[in-house]
């Protein structure tokens, strides 16, 4: 009988390891999240509140992110968290573009993975403004 438990063991880790590896996406593993851990929380903090590593660094702390909505009303600004993101929106807070402009670094990152000269085409575009959406829909998430 012990032979039997074994077995079903063993195919339960073997089923369980192999949807682990189908790119099933794990929680709180979400290319949002994986793009703010990545570029913003060294100064906004892992759970947007302004407390990253480099905050005391810097010579205005950052701000927390997870006020947004409450500050505008009971709406999460969308639009302008994308702007920022994009660059096409300064934020006074942050100095003579202090903040990376991530849309820019997208756009580089781009060129380089796809050995490509200045300009990008349509479909990477696409995949710079997925990222971008994705890193405000994540932030959108952070919210109190």
Not at 26 to 46: D, F, I, L, P
Request: aromatic fraction near 6%.
């Amino acid at each position: 009988m012990k032979i039997g438990f074994v077995t079903t063991s063993i195919a339960g880790f073997t089923a369980l390891a192999l949807f682990a590896s189908t790119g099933a996406p794990a929680a709180g593993n979400s290319v949002g999240e994986k793009e703010y851990q990545t570029r913003c929380a060294m100064c906004h903090g892992a759970a947007g509140k302004g407390d990253g590593w480099l905050a005391e660094f810097l010579m205005k702390r950052p701000r927390s992110l997870t006020q947004l909505k409450k500050n505008n009303g009971g709406v999460f600004p969308s639009a302008s968290v994308n702007e920022i993101i994009i660059g096409r929106k300064s934020v006074s807070l942050h100095g003579p573009q202090e903040m990376p402009v991530w849309g820019d670094v997208y756009r580089v990152e781009q060129r380089r993975a796809d050995k490509t000269e200045p300009g990008v085409s349509p479909a990477n575009e696409r995949l710079i403004r997925e990222k971008i959406r994705a890193l405000t829909s994540y932030i959108a998430e952070l919210q109190e």
